[in-house]
C-alpha cells in the first residue's frame, strides 16, 4: 500500500486538527521551487475545498514558470506584502510548514511563525527537522514533498477530492524534484501516484512544456553564457562547477528561475559524475549540487557548504565572496575525490 511508511497515529492527528481549525496559513522555504510552490498550492485548494479558508505566504518571489499552477497568481509573497502576511499569521490557527526542515529556511518570516499562537504542522523530506512544530510528518526517503503529501492526502481519505488543480500541483512538485524523474526516482510508488494524477485529468506533456520548456530571453541567454564560458570541467576528479557573480546575473538581466536547471547540464558528460553551481546572492553565495549514480553530493553539501539533501540533490549556502567559494569548492572535491574511490 502507498501509505505502508506513514505513521497512522500522526495522519489521525493531522486529520483531528484540519478538522478544528478555520484560518489556515501554508509556507514554504525562500526561493521557493517546483516542490515547494507545487505542495503549497496543492494544499491550498485541498483545504479551500473543506471549507477552510487558506493562504499560501513565501518569503519571497518564485520562478516566473511556476505561475503557470493554478492558484499561484493569489500567493501572497513576504518581500511585497509583508504586512498582509505577518497579519495573516498572526490570525491563523493552523500553519503548515512545506519542504523546509528549519525555521532558518523561512528567512524573515521564521520570527513571525515562531511567535504565532497556531499549531504548527510540518511535512517535509529533508533530514533533520527541527522540532518547532506541534506535529512532524518527515520522510526523508521521498523524493518530493509533492509525492510525501499525496501519500498523506490518500492516508487521510481525500483521494476522492483530489481534483485537477491539486494533482498538477503535486505532478509538477514531483517532476522538478527528480530532473523529471531523472534521479531520486526509481521506486514504483512514484509510478503509482502518477497513475493516480493522470486518471485526475493532468496532461503531463503540458506541464513539461510550461515548467520545463518555456523560457524568456534572459534565461537562454545567461544559460548559454554560463556553459560557453563559465563552466570548468574536472575529469581527473570527475567534477564540474558553474559560477555566475552578482555581476554577470545583472548583465544578463537575471529573475529567480532562470538558472533552476543549469547545474542539470554537466551532467551530460560522460566524465562527469557531479555537478556544482555557485550563484552570488546579495549577502551569500547560494550552492546547487547534482550527481549521477551513487556519488552523494548531499555528504559534499554538509560538510562543506552548512546545507545537505539528497544523495543526487543537495543545496546549501556559503557565507563569503565567490573566490573564497570556488576555495572552498576545491576542498569538497578533494573529499569527493576519496567518495569515488569508496565508490570502487
Not at 37 to 59: F, I, N, Q, W, Y
Not at 148 to 176: D, E, H, Q, R
Amino acid at each position: 500500500m502507498i501509505t505502508k511508511s506513514l505513521d497512522h497515529k500522526k495522519i489521525k492527528e493531522l486529520s483531528r486538527i484540519i478538522a478544528g481549525c478555520k484560518r489556515v496559513v501554508i509556507t514554504c522555504h525562500i526561493a521557493p521551487d517546483g516542490d515547494a510552490v507545487g505542495s503549497s498550492l496543492a494544499l491550498c485548494h485541498m483545504l479551500t475545498d473543506l471549507g477552510k479558508e487558506v493562504h499560501v505566504v513565501t518569503p519571497d518571489m518564485f520562478a516566473q514558470n511556476l505561475f503557470y499552477l493554478p492558484g499561484a497568481k493569489d500567493i501572497v509573497i513576504y518581500t511585497r506584502y509583508s504586512d498582509f502576511a505577518i497579519q495573516l499569521i498572526n490570525d491563523a490557527d493552523l500553519i503548515f510548514c512545506l519542504d523546509y526542515n528549519a525555521i532558518k529556511r523561512v528567512d524573515k518570516l521564521g520570527s513571525h511563525i515562531l511567535d504565532s499562537a497556531a499549531i504548527k504542522v510540518m511535512i517535509d523530506h529533508h533530514l533533520g527537522p527541527e522540532e518547532f512544530p506541534y506535529l512532524t510528518i518527515s520522510h526523508p526517503e521521498e523524493s518530493s514533498t509533492c509525492i510525501l503529501l499525496f501519500k498523506v492526502f490518500c492516508a487521510l481519505g481525500l483521494v476522492p477530492l483530489i481534483s485537477k488543480n491539486i494533482a498538477t500541483c503535486i505532478y509538477t512538485g514531483m517532476m522538478t524534484d527528480t530532473g523529471n524523474f531523472s534521479y531520486n526516482s526509481n521506486k514504483p510508488d512514484i509510478y503509482q501516484a502518477i497513475s493516480k494524477l493522470v486518471e485526475c485529468g493532468i496532461n503531463k506533456d503540458d506541464i513539461y512544456r510550461h515548467i520545463i520548456n518555456t523560457s524568456t530571453l534572459s534565461r537562454l541567454r545567461i544559460n548559454g553564457y554560463a556553459v560557453s564560458q563559465k563552466m570548468e570541467v574536472f575529469p581527473a576528479n570527475r567534477a564540474a562547477l558553474i559560477t555566475l557573480t552578482r555581476d554577470e546575473l545583472n548583465e544578463y538581466d537575471y529573475k529567480k528561475g532562470d538558472t533552476e536547471s543549469l547545474v542539470n547540464l554537466p551532467l551530460q558528460l560522460d566524465n562527469v559524475d557531479y555537478s556544482v553551481f555557485l550563484r552570488e546572492e546579495e549577502n551569500y553565495i547560494k550552492v546547487s549540487m547534482r550527481s549521477k549514480g551513487s556519488f552523494p553530493v548531499n555528504k559534499l553539501c554538509e560538510k562543506f557548504f552548512n546545507g545537505g539533501g539528497h544523495l543526487n540533490a543537495a543545496g546549501g549556502e556559503f557565507d563569503g565572496t565567490m573566490q573564497q567559494c570556488i576555495e572552498r569548492f576545491n576542498e569538497a572535491m578533494k573529499y569527493g575525490d576519496t567518495l569515488l574511490k569508496s565508490k570502487k
